[in-house]
């Protein structure tokens, strides 16, 4: 990988990976913005403006925008996470130019037409709906709530159907000219580019982007707790976990091994004994989420009443005895897999764009992949085992949907665990 970093007189980055073996490009703006930045009266402003962001603005329609985009082979979308947004475009070489104009006249020049507002304010509550719908979404929504309580980390994405209701055009505003300032974003793209023609582009584009200092996250602070609710449905959908390490603290690649031994494929520990061993599941897997100061980790089941009462001890049991007799072929085969999977996304250049963006938003640098593969090599059993450890000694998050009468809870858990590390174990450098 090689990429090439200008910055612009107003502090806006742009950023190219050459990948001269394509002919299509990938590209896209970087906000360092997403739901954990909004207050409370803005809780799912960031992804109401990225819906906006495509409903037309003083040069084009919300239906010239998909067209003119689409006659050149090309596609456009964007996608808000909890410390981030991001709109994207994939097209062919001779069309880098149009895409980058499409994308900055969407992010600099919205009309956020005040119908076009009512309309996506509808579609937003229908998004929102599909996810109150589907347990196995919901429950993860109910996870980060508890886990986070009255923050905005731990707040949906979404909003609610009230707080969407009540966005108007000066909220909309007032949120651009606190987060979407030039030094608050990235353009990276990837695949068949020249740097000095983007970049040359990209200024003539953004240039009048304000250097305007985004407004910080407020720092998290994990609380953990129990959440569920009683739905007549055929099966009790449950999360459990714990805290665990943000991705500017090195340990998180031994929470991402541990993680990966208990629950991230067929070979894990909760795959073969939960789901092939005793039949109590069809989905189960595990999970490491990293923010930029905080972590999650745990485990996801879902199983019918009836058998919630034996699966959750056999679940919770995989867990601590992993921090006891995890084994070197295990820790192996899950650096082989996160090293794949990283080598992997190097050969899209969307995946290339993306990660390049994200790593120099993160660490103002990118990190070459041979650095990181170094890093989880250097992991050692004895390391994995502690992290884990660690993590399980921390308060339990317990979210469950569904006939959840037996499910354990949070202080069940943490009982099950007690002995196996101290909490200043967790505790950041």
């Known amino acids: 990988m090689t990429v090439t970093v200008s910055t612009l007189p107003n502090g806006l ?12 490009t990938a590209l896209g703006i970087w906000v360092g913005s997403g739901s954990r930045h909004e207050t409370a009266a803005q809780h799912g402003l960031s992804h109401f403006l990225e819906h906006m962001a495509f ?15 689409e006659s050149a082979g090309g596609d456009l979308n964007a996608g808000t996470s909890t410390e981030q947004t991001a709109y994207y475009a994939r097209v062919l070489a001779a069309d880098t130019g149009l895409a980058l104009d ?6 600099t020049d919205s009309s956020f037409d005040p119908a076009e507002m009512e309309r996506e304010k509808s579609v937003v509550i229908q998004e929102i709906a599909a996810v109150e719908d589907t347990p196995d979404d919901l429950v993860f929504e109910m996870l980060t709530r508890t886990a986070y309580p009255d923050q905005a980390i731990g707040r949906a994405i979404l909003g609610t159907p009230d707080s969407v209701a009540g966005f108007s055009r000066d909220a ?10 030039a030094g608050n974003m990235i353009v990276a793209a990837a695949g068949a580019i020249d740097h000095e023609r983007f970049c040359d582009d990209v200024a003539k584009q953004l240039s009048g982007v304000p250097a ?3 407004r910080a996250a407020v720092t998290a602070r994990y609380v953990g707790g129990d ?22 603290d090195p340990r998180h690649y031994a929470a991402h091994i541990f993680s990966h031994a208990v629950g991230g494929g067929m070979s894990s520990r909760l795959f073969q004994t939960v789901r092939e061993e005793r039949g109590l599941t069809y989905s189960i897997h595990s999970f490491d989420w990293t923010y930029e100061d905080t972590g999650l980790f745990g485990f996801y089941a879902a199983t019918s009443a009836a058998q919630v009462a034996e699966l959750m001890p056999v679940a919770l049991d995989c867990l601590a005895e992993t921090t006891e007799t995890l084994t070197e072929a295990e820790v192996a085969r899950a650096k082989a897999q996160l090293k794949v999977s990283l080598l992997t996304a190097l050969e899209s250049s969307s995946a290339r764009a993306e990660q390049i963006a994200r790593q120099h938003m993160a660490f103002g640098r990118i990190i070459p992949g041979h650095e990181i593969i ?15 450890a660690a993590m399980l000694a921390t308060p339990p998050t317990v979210a469950a949907i569904g006939p959840v009468g037996k499910v354990p ?6 009982a099950r665990f007690r002995g196996l590390a101290t909490r200043s174990d967790l505790e950041l450098a």
């Open 409 to 414: 809870t949070p202080e069940r858990i943490a």
């Open 55 to 69: 409903k037309g603005t003083r040069r084009r329609s919300a239906r010239a925008i998909a067209e003119e985009i």
């Open 13 to 24: 980055r742009v950023l190219t990976d050459a990948m001269p073996h394509i002919e299509t």
């Open 374 to 388: 170094a890093k989880v090599d250097a992991i050692t059993l004895a390391e994995a085992k502690a992290i884990g």
């Open 227 to 248: 959440a569920r609710e009683k739905r007549r449905l055929e099966q009790a959908h449950v999360t459990v976990a714990f805290e665990a390490f943000s991705f500017r």
């Open 102 to 107: 499409i994308l900055a006249d969407i992010l």
């Open 172 to 181: 909309i505003a007032d949120y651009v000219a606190s987060q979407y300032g």
């Open 212 to 214: 305007t200092p985004h």
